[in-house]
């Protein structure tokens, strides 16, 4: 489009073609943004081949999450630099839950198996990345609701640190625990979009892993009351260590270490639900218009801000912040790690159902059973990202990508990004050894 042999305008009516023909089973877009998204391509059209060649997103369909508009200081960047929003994405209500569904707009499904969960809260953006309906989505994450169903449907994402991506999301960012972030295939789209996003555009190319970078591999259940509280399947440890491998084949040294976890059990109840809290109140949303379920989690979150929750201060929660945040540290120091690389999830995504209908146990169990890893980035703070490594198969049979998440220290993006492009490119490698050995 650069070049001006294809049109932002045609790249529109393809994506629209897509999703006409996938989205009524997948159930990705609440909305499809017409009228914007025709003005945007024909924006890009009417520009000259210098002006295009200048736009690093020429004509690139884009897919935004409900919980941001088109003029959110996070979505502005992407379409001055010419990117095309084409609709809007489902999420679970007040953005709660690890699946994404609705009374309002239904069930969003996954495309590599239509039964289950395309994870949440950013499922729709998700679903229509790996569905190829879009190439690039943008969503949230303020438990893991981007690496969530990033895993989920087999994609790439990252959750920036605070600060490095501008973004006005409910709740004063959910209580400063949310960060907005890009959707992609690869990682090179995902490091594209974030520099555009933070308006950082050394953040695009992505080098070599920094020399001397030492990752600590952690594969244990993060979610403990004395014992392993949510079991950690095989296929998800076994993909955490075929990243640790491919990384070793690099030169890169990888220390098996245990990753802690919150000395108070409450930690990451407190904040979530404090968080959901906090997002209700700054949408006006009254108890009586939430499911049974989000209304349960509300009312619990109210009982707990009040107590400090979500808030500054000394309060219990922010200690058990703070003592969380010490401990990672220290853990680190002792084995000399810089980043940590764990599995992204636990098991397969829950089944593709009317989650919202359930009662509030049976769907906080379900998301905390296969994602119990993702929490600890953003109490802490810290930048996250989950790249595809490895595969499994669904209880129906499907073909699953199976992914691990990397967590490294505030203003570590470059590196986050280095080591996920490199267990891309070592995986991808692997991967057509094995094809080419088979002799297909």
């Given at each position: 489009m650069r070049s001006g042999a294809a049109t932002a305008t045609e790249s529109l009516d393809a994506a629209?073609?897509?999703?006409a023909h996938l989205d009524p089973a997948l159930r990705a877009f609440t909305t499809l943004l017409g009228a914007d998204g025709r003005a945007a391509a024909a924006a890009v059209d009417a520009r000259d081949a210098t002006e295009r060649s200048g736009l690093s997103l020429a004509g690139v369909p884009l897919a935004v999450k409900s919980t941001v508009s088109l003029d959110n200081p996070v979505i502005a960047p992407l379409l001055a630099a010419g990117a095309v929003p084409v609709g809007i994405t489902a999420a679970p209500?007040?953005?709660?839950?690890?699946?994404?569904?609705?009374?309002?707009?239904?069930?969003?499904?996954?495309?590599?198996?239509?039964?289950?969960s395309a994870g949440g809260s950013s499922g729709g953006s998700a679903a229509a990345v790996a569905s190829g309906m879009v190439p690039l989505a943008v969503g949230d994450d303020g438990m893991g609701s981007l690496r969530i169903p990033?895993?989920?449907?087999?994609?790439?994402?990252?959750?920036?640190?605070?600060?490095?991506?501008?973004?006005?999301?409910?709740?004063?960012?959910?209580?400063?625990?949310?960060?907005?972030?890009?959707l992609a295939r690869t990682v090179g789209d995902v490091a594209l979009a974030l520099s555009v996003m933070a308006g950082r555009p050394e953040l695009a190319s992505v080098g070599p892993v920094p020399g001397?970078?030492?990752?600590?591999?952690?594969?244990?259940?993060p979610i403990r009351l004395g014992r392993d509280l949510v079991r950690v399947r095989e296929p998800w440890t076994r993909a955490a260590r075929e990243a640790a491998a491919l990384l070793r084949a690099r030169d890169l040294v990888v220390v098996e270490t245990p990753l802690p976890s919150p000395r108070d059990p409450v930690l990451y109840l407190a904040r979530w639900t404090s968080a959901v809290a906090r997002a209700a109140e700054d949408e006006n949303l009254p108890l009586s218009a939430m499911e049974r379920r989000t209304r349960h989690h509300a009312l619990l979150?109210?009982?707990?801000?009040?107590?400090?929750?979500?808030d500054d201060g000394d309060t219990r929660w922010n200690r058990a912040t703070e003592a969380l945040r010490t401990e990672v540290e220290r853990a680190m120091d002792a084995a000399g790690v810089d980043v940590w690389l764990t599995p992204a999830l636990a098991d397969v995504p829950p089944e593709a159902t009317e989650w919202h209908r359930r009662s509030w146990g049976r769907s906080l169990w379900a998301s905390m059973r296969f994602s119990p890893f993702t929490p600890l980035a953003n109490v802490l703070g810290w930048p996250a990202m989950s790249v595809p490594c490895g595969r499994t198969v669904t209880p129906a049979g499907r073909d699953l990508p199976t992914s691990v998440q990397l967590i490294g220290r505030p203003g570590s993006e470059t590196t986050l990004l280095a080591l996920a492009s490199a267990i891309e490119q070592a995986g991808a490698i692997d991967q057509a050894g094995a094809i080419d050995q088979a002799g297909t």
């Open positions: 629209l073609g897509r999703i209500q007040l953005c709660t839950w690890g699946m994404t569904d609705s009374e309002e707009h239904g069930i969003t499904r996954n495309p590599h198996d239509e039964a289950l990033a895993a989920a449907c087999g994609i790439v994402t990252i959750k920036p640190g605070p600060g490095v991506v501008p973004t006005r999301l409910a709740g004063d960012n959910w209580g400063r625990l949310a960060e907005s972030g890009p001397g970078t030492r990752v600590g591999l952690s594969t244990i259940s979150g109210r009982t707990v801000f009040r107590h400090g929750g979500a």
